[in-house]
T-cell receptor
Framework: DAKTTQPPSMDCAEGRAANLPCNHS???????VYWYRQIHSQGPQYIIH???NNETNEMASLIITEDRKSSTLILPHATLRDTAVYYC???????????FGKGTRLSVIA | GAVVSQHPSRVICKSGTSVKIECRSL??????MFWYRQFPKQSLMLMAT?????????EQGVEKDKFLINHASLTLSTLTVTSAHPEDSSFYIC????????????FGPGTRLTVL
């Protein structure tokens, strides 16, 4: 079973920041927070991951709370092409396969 | 990121036939391969895990004699759906793990199987 809880769907206006929350209250000390997204009829695409510090790359920012029980993925300027299902996954690095929950369906609206 | 290919991207077959799906890691060696399937409007479900040169281990509820996995090399793994039935229609996704990159897990583009 997935160890994360995400809202089933969210809308975001094009050009605005999309903030996708994730709860992972049972996360263990050695588990990372991963974010992937899946555009319709494609394989999952890696976005970002982190352990306890906030992370930023060319796609997004990941904000992890100090107690690590929740995190937020931020897409700073959402475009129509960011419409996808976003999955938040907690996992030890490389030891076990990624387990996908139901994710959040983000719809970016023009 | 790493490059993973799957072939075919989509296939339609008659009930009772077998279908082979190939997954290749084009720029890295995958010591471990995961196979997932995804039914419409559902999330990805892990089917099986295979290590190069070893027999695959299957998740509960996945028939090992129906879904044959071959992982004979570090860059190629195949999934064969034998005697396919309409309920096997799904989106199949391979996921190789790169032991050279901190065991990072990558994903193929998926294969859409439709069994008539």
């Amino acid at each position: 079973d997935a160890k994360t809880t995400q809202p089933p769907s969210m809308d975001c206006a094009e050009g605005r920041a999309a903030n996708l929350p994730c709860n992972h209250s049972t996360i263990s000390g050695n588990e990372y927070v991963y974010w992937y997204r899946q555009i319709h009829s494609q394989g999952p695409q890696y976005i970002i991951h982190g352990l306890k510090n906030n992370e930023t790359n060319e796609m997004a920012s990941l904000i992890i709370t100090e107690d690590r029980k929740s995190s937020t993925l931020i897409l700073p300027h959402a475009t129509l092409r960011d419409t996808a299902v976003y999955y938040c996954i907690v996992s030890t690095s490389g030891n076990t396969p990624l387990v996908f929950g139901k994710g959040t369906r983000l719809s970016v609206i023009a | 990121g790493a490059v993973v290919s799957q072939h075919p991207s989509r296939v339609i077959c008659k009930s009772g036939t077998s279908v082979k799906i190939e997954c290749r890691s084009l720029d890295f060696q995958a010591t471990t391969m995961f196979w997932y399937r995804q039914f419409p409007k559902q999330s990805l479900m892990l089917m099986a895990t295979s290590n190069e040169g070893s027999k695959a281990t299957y998740e509960q509820g996945v028939e090992k004699d129906k879904f044959l996995i071959n992982h004979a090399s570090l860059t190629l793994s195949t999934l064969t759906v034998t005697s396919a039935h309409p309920e096997d229609s799904s989106f199949y996704i391979c996921s190789p793990r790169d032991s050279g990159r901190k065991n990072e897990q990558f994903f193929g583009p998926g294969t859409r199987l439709t069994v008539l």
